[in-house]
């Protein structure tokens, strides 16, 4: 459906039509055919700090930063420095390289409670492959996962919850038989009850309880205070393992990710996006007990033809060290201008009389068109996807380019300017006005 705007949109609509005659839908991941949002793909040609462009040349505020790897922005000179030195001395050798213990050393040191790392290509594999080894560890069948937490795509997690509390999931795409989710449980998220009462149905069976600890992918919903506590008091009493699936949090929240903003420990960590600084890599990780059950060490396996490839550790790297020599400075001013932008927003709305709620952590966020508060996916789905939709395009119409979808977080990055800000909360109050006109 043709949105009606004043950019130019010539090229992007050739490009997609093109793309649409050989890839499915046009795109090679489902959010960026902008479905939700009725309007029509953009094509990114490039990209510098926090602007991107599209191939009508039109520029915007980026806030989606590749879905949270870009944390330094765009074509960031140090990151890209240390690609091509990497990719000088050739791109992939299905052999180790040095710059795979460098990473290593960086994710061990900003996550105490890892004494070991294992590398994969995406986030989608770091999660398939901690659930097989908490499963390995603890010789147990059954996993939780939570509603509206997103793990990436592996079978066993693409599920929706049943009818009742702690029930068992039900396939949430075509294509994944049953069986292969009869050992998922989905439970609503932030409430502890529903894991008591699991972990009492399925005593000794539980392998692990995988969780988003600040969640991402149901828009932005922190747990609630001692709801993280109480999950690792559970696991803990019940053996079970405790993930953390960090791919979104880790060094977006703090540089330690949400792990050492709340201070609770998990068994296993997962980290994806920003660890590969903008290049495809996902990684797991956990104490030496359990690291050591992974092959070749152990009888757990799992294996990659280009996991530890060297231009996205030298990527990551790049990222990282960047991050922790600035972090003093980095995070604070990340968390304080995200503030300035999520109020301004919202004082918008408020002024125009449109009804949202909107939830934060650091530099995570999202407006959510329902009075709120969202806390977990039954309030968050109650919100009004219609009106994000038009506030959505009028944002892309005044040079704004947020997640093309009610139930994706925003980013904010260390090269947004109080001048992005302004604009955004600028261009807030316009799309505001004709949302209500
Ligand atoms: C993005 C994401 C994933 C999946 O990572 P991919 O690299 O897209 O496979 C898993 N878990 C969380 C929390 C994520 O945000």
Redesign the pocket.
Known sequence: MPSITSRKTEQSRRLQERAARMIPGGVN?PVRAFGSVGAEPLFIVRGKGSHVWDADENEYIDYIGS??PLILGHAEPGVLDAILGAACNGTSFGASTPSEADLAELVLSAFPHMQKVRFVS??????MSAIRLARAYTKRKFIVKFEG?????ADCLLVKAGSGVATLGIPGSAGVPEEFTQFTLALPFNNLGAVEHAFHKFKHEIACVIV?PVV??MGCVPAADDYLVGLRLITERERSVLIF?????GFRVAYGGAQELYNILPDLT?M??IIGGGL?V?AYGGSSEIMDLVAPLGPMYQAGTLSGNPLAMAAGCATLKQLRDRKSEIYPRLDKLSGELVHGVAAAAQEAGIRLCHNRVGSMFTWFFTPGPVRDWDSASKSNTDMFGRFFRAMLDHGVYLPPSQYEAAFLGATHTAEDVQKTITAAKEAFAALRA
Request: aromatic share 8%; hydrophobic share 15%; charged share 20%.
């Open positions: 991941s879905w949270g995406s986030g989608t594999e770091a999660t937490c997103y793990h990436g795509h988003e991402g992918n699936d960090e791919v979104m949090t997962t994806g996006k495809p996902g």
